[in-house]
């Protein structure tokens, strides 16, 4: 399929590269273009990108993440290439995260100076003034700004003041806005989590006995829309057509409507089987629990008899339902023998029936033998539904024993599945119970928490700075090497799931929090909500204090017995033995049941109106992290022509006086053009599919894949591409740019058309570096997730699925209803099904830029690798060199082995070179591995620099990650390193892309042996 995506169709990848052979090597020859099949067109593109030879053979530059520290050593290794003339022979420019900071300024320079050199001409306008690592000078001595020299001015991007000021205040402020906000959706939703307890115990209460008659009829009902789904979604043989179908194809249109936008058969089954099932069950235990009369009313007396005769009849008319269905859904019929198929569903109904009943005699049973009413409640509240779950899945079960001759292995697995979803429904009942109802109490009963004049804060505090630990390492977790420097002997000794056990820890005292704060708001100040509530205040008020009477009555007479006879002096006051837990104990017990489903509906209600109204990507961090990327990199390459002679880069001419930001810094990334066929801008993002059950189970450890933005597509292989600048375009009433500049504005801008829509080159590069994420490929924890999520540690961002399916969404901004995105978020949830995919950080998946120039078969690749790897474990080479292998059959290989510390103060080397060996393919590719480390023969500056910073934690060159704020010398010491490291690995070298070249030489004054270390399978050091 050869699709176009004007019309609302993504391309496939083998178009896609064949746009960018035709923008950097020419026409294609007709005989590709007369190919249908994509395998053999990308077969054919493979042998003509093999055959260039020369300057036209790929090359390409890589520039790893890792923050300011990547960006600026990056800047010297850009250096060091314009000064050897090499920046105008690479094709590609491929960045992440770090490297998209640098990288996103090179293009932008290059596109606004193609304005003021003239077509084509800026490139080689850029490589020119880039040569030098000073300030130019013109002739009549006036100092002419490089826009590097403008980077040094915002080495701290984040907040270029330092100290306490107002940009250091900025971000605080904005920080809490948007937390704020984001919890105006979070917190209903989790209050409704936990209200769902409270609601199981109110029901129990005399006050909220349920017409049994009419509330009995609806559980039934749920129960048969739960069978008759079961019924038609049992495994069978397709069919192409049906008259039914064609009878009811309005019912056939819906469900392809839905499957459509995402809906898969394991959703259908747990919003319309499981779901309606879960329903009946706190339906009938709440129907249970309202027969409070004793001894047992007499109704019950031949209540299992009743029962099966009730299930009998259910199950048969359900399951004759169902197979009526069946064609609805493309299955035949699979009822051979109708008799044998009747008998089992009514067997089957009468022992579901007759266990329930049997459960309800056990229920009534033990009410009467628990000594407390309050007790029973939370007892029952705790096991009902689970009990009634089971009770459902006997039944089912004895169904498959009885259609054994009839039915095949297929058809278990389906009732195997469907009761593993049921297993993780209850044991999610079973803990959200014992979180609200049980766990409370126990904690109150801690003496430290007993004794605290406010037991409630001191748990919130608790668990607040327990969550914010977890959301930063959560973050910091995402790289191995830092997190066991500098926590390495607390996570030694607890294990590597650690942060995992921590986070769990949070959300179960978060829980317990969130339940004390609904009891204390109940307690204090909950007023009815609507008329007929009054006389449930009234009655909830008088229970509140007649359980505490009888709890202090109870505490006293217990202390008075440890008194001595006829002393009353060690009696504290009554009101100081009422203990917190009784006061929790006491408004749990007091609730009416209405109180809940009312609170539950307000903040249902709160909850989408606050989403529809707010998104769900705009109060993140994202936009925050990408406005300042914005202002020090991509405003550093704008021109200021009104300030007089010389040319002074990076000072705004139409910025806010108040803020100082300028949107116009930014530019459409469609609007970038490739300046003499080179250096086209690749970059790279993950995919996150963390929800990784279903098509590509073996991704289960990636949790993500490639997606790329250039000024040409954006998408991935496995989605499909659309046009860059169709994608993410926001309505043009919403473009603010056009609304508030007008036409002469925008024409100072050269070179740059900023009436293209589509995702920006600021987006891209925020994207490409959204590292704290509660999603990030496979650094990806459930747990962690929920706590990064909670705390609106998310700088990723949700954009349109390109797929072919959606059609024309991928011209969305964001999610019209983002609810389901931020579930799906926070419970590390992410798919590729459905209409929005959640993109972060390119270091998700691959750290190098690298997977994917070897799929665009480059034969020369610089990689500069500044990534933080103190001990030269190499685990993004090593991943990358691995999915490579796997995805697209190259072999990398480093056969001189790669540079470490010691080899690097021993032979004076700061790079490795190896091969690529690409299938199909005679030639070899050559690649350049460039780390930053220390041999002795950088400027004295940097080794002074180097030898002050010492420390046993990520010392210089290899400063963590999450430190963004570098100084001056800092940065000069990284910019230089970056250019001393790319200039060796060039230093004469009559063909620089030689991979049999040896690259071996001592440092001046350094000793040792020249000899290359050891090099273990695919050239990689033994760890």
Partial sequence: MRGKAEDGAALQACSVLEDEYRLLHGELPPDLEGLDDPLQRTL?????????????????????????????????AIQALAGLGLLDKIHYLSTVSGGGYIGGWLSSWIQRADGIAGAGQGLAHVQEMHAGAVPLRTARGVQEENPAQRLRAYTNYLSPVWGLSLDALTLVSTFLRNLLLHWVVVVPLLAIVLL??????????????LDVRFWTWIAAGLLAVSVVYAAADLPGRRLADSSLSARLSWLHKLREWLLRRGWKPTNLFAAVCMLPLYLAAVTASAVIGSLTEQPKPSELDHIVGWLSLQGAVLCLVSVMIGALFRPLRGLASRYTYPFRAVASAVLTGAVGGAALGLLIELMLWARTKVPMRSDWEWLYALFAVPALLAVVWLAAHCYVGLMSRLTDEEDREWWARASAMSIAWTGATIMLCLTVLVLPQLIFAIPVVADAQSPGAVVGVGTGVLGAVVSAFGYWSKRGPSIRQSVDTILGAIGSRALEVIAGLFIVLLGVAGSVAISAGLEEGAQPLIPEMHASADRFAADVSGYRVKTERAARDAERKKCPKNSDSCLRPINEQVTSGDRYAAVLHATPSLLPIVLVACLAALAAIAMRVMGVNTFSLHSMYGNRLVRAYLGATRLNTHAGPGRQYGTSTHGHWFTGFDPLDNMPLAALKVAARRLFPVVNVALNIASAAGGRLEWQQRKAASFTMTPRYCGSAELGFVPTVDYGRPPRGKDLQRRTYSREELKEDPGVDQDLGGVTLGRAIAISGAAASPNMGYHTSTLVAFVMSFFNVRLGWWMPNPSLKFGSMWRKSEPTFGLGNVVMEATAGTTDDRQFVYLSDGGHFDNLGLHEMVRR???????????????????????CIRKVRIDFGAEIRFDKGLPSAESVRRIGRHFAIGTIQYRNSDVPGTIIYVKPALSGDEPVDVQRYAAAQKRPKAAFPHDPTWHQNFDEAQFESYRVLGLHSVTDAFRDATDPWDADRAPDHRPPGGGGSSSTPSSPVAGLPRT
């Avoid at 769902?196 to 006995?209: D, H, K, M, N």
């Fill in 44 to 76: 054919r593109l493979n042998q003509l990108i093999d055959e260039l030879e020369g300057d036209h053979a790929r090359s390409s530059l890589c520039l790893s993440g890792g923050g300011i520290r990547s960006a600026t050593f990056c800047l010297g």
């Fill in 196 to 209: 769902l307890p409270r609601l199981l115990v109110a029901l129990q209460t005399p006050e909220s006995r």
């Fill in 857 to 879: 078969r480059s034969r020369r690749v610089l990689v500069i690798d500044a990534s933080a790897d103190p001990r030269f474990e190499y685990e993004d080479l090593e991943s």
